[in-house]
């Protein structure tokens, strides 16, 4: 498997605008308004009223990335986004290739038909969070014994927080300022892959038996092998991935496992469980720590 990083080098502007600024990947649209001085100091005195029309805006990111040879040969091309804040639309070279609306999770879109050999570009389009909210009450009503509303700094603002899916503390809190803000707050990549690809794993624990949930990601069907490592010992179990996501069910156990102690009262163990596929063609390793229970 290879990896184009696609952190840095980004580019933003409210969307309407001719003008490109710089923008920091990760981060959030606050901090590059104020980076660029467009904006003051939102946590300085009542300067949060100045900025709350941040979140009932749009906004643009864009990246130009350069694609090897050898990475575009590979069968099957990932853009990979850990983390979107929040309700945006995602182009490469100009094509839609997938929507998100949800901050807490990775966004995995497959552009293995709209990558180019050579010079390409992503770029994100941002809906205001708050637009966005007031859009959905509009469509579904006020959500019971929802926060609709914040009050803060001597005024009412309509927000429908509970419609958007990212950090509630970003509509304002007592103690804070409504900042709902939107950005590329984690690490981008491209992932060029000719096999199957761990994506993630589930782990659960009884006793000193670990069950691992590994989520594959194939552009083939492959055959090989399922290798959990933990506390010194190795499992080895039999795999078919089909083509596309799917999970395979391993587990390894290890005799009278350390326990995990209250603080105050012992040491905290932690065994680190290793995930790897065996004999699968282009595949990775996944490492987790688990406390035993």
């Known amino acids: 498997m290879k990896t184009t990083e696609l952190n840095g080098s980004w580019t933003f502007r409210k969307a309407g605008d001719k003008a490109w600024l710089p923008a920091r990947v990760p981060g959030s649209v606050h901090e590059d308004l104020l980076a660029a001085k467009k904006i003051p100091d939102p946590f300085y005195r009542l300067n949060e009223l100045d900025v709350l029309w941040i979140d009932e805006a749009d906004f643009e990111y864009r990246r130009p990335f350069t694609v090897s040879g050898s990475e575009y ?23 839609s290739v997938g929507k998100t609306d949800n901050m807490f999770r990775r966004w995995t ?17 941002f809906k205001g ?14 959500l019971p014994g929802g926060d609709s509303y914040h009050w803060g700094n001597g ?26 803000t939107a950005g590329i707050w984690k690490a981008v990549r491209i992932l060029h892959s000719s096999g199957p690809r761990i994506e993630d794993v589930t782990v659960s624990t009884e006793g000193g038996r670990v069950n691992a949930v590994v989520h594959w990601r194939s552009p083939a069907a492959a055959e090989g092998i399922l290798r959990l490592a933990l506390g010194g010992k190795k499992a080895e ?14 587990e390894i156990e290890i005799k009278n496992p350390e326990l995990w102690w209250p603080a105050g009262h012992g040491a905290q163990k932690l065994y680190g469980l290793t995930v790897e596929g065996r004999g699968l063609g282009d595949t990775g390793t996944r490492r987790r720590g688990e406390k035993a229970r």
């Open 129 to 142: 969070a708050v637009k966005e909210g007031k859009r959905l009450a509009a469509e579904h009503g006020i």
């Open 73 to 95: 040969r590979e069968e099957a091309h990932d853009l990979v986004f850990e983390g979107l804040d929040t309700v945006a639309e995602v182009f490469l070279n100009g094509t």
């Open 237 to 250: 179990t039999p795999v078919k991935v089909p083509r596309g996501e799917s999970t395979s069910r391993a």
């Open 155 to 180: 005024r009412s603002r309509e927000v429908h927080r509970g419609y958007v899916r990212k950090a509630q503390y970003q509509f304002g809190w007592d103690w804070g300022p409504c900042l709902a």
């Open 109 to 125: 879109f497959d552009v293995s038909k709209d990558l180019k050999e050579g010079a390409n570009e992503v770029r994100v389009v």
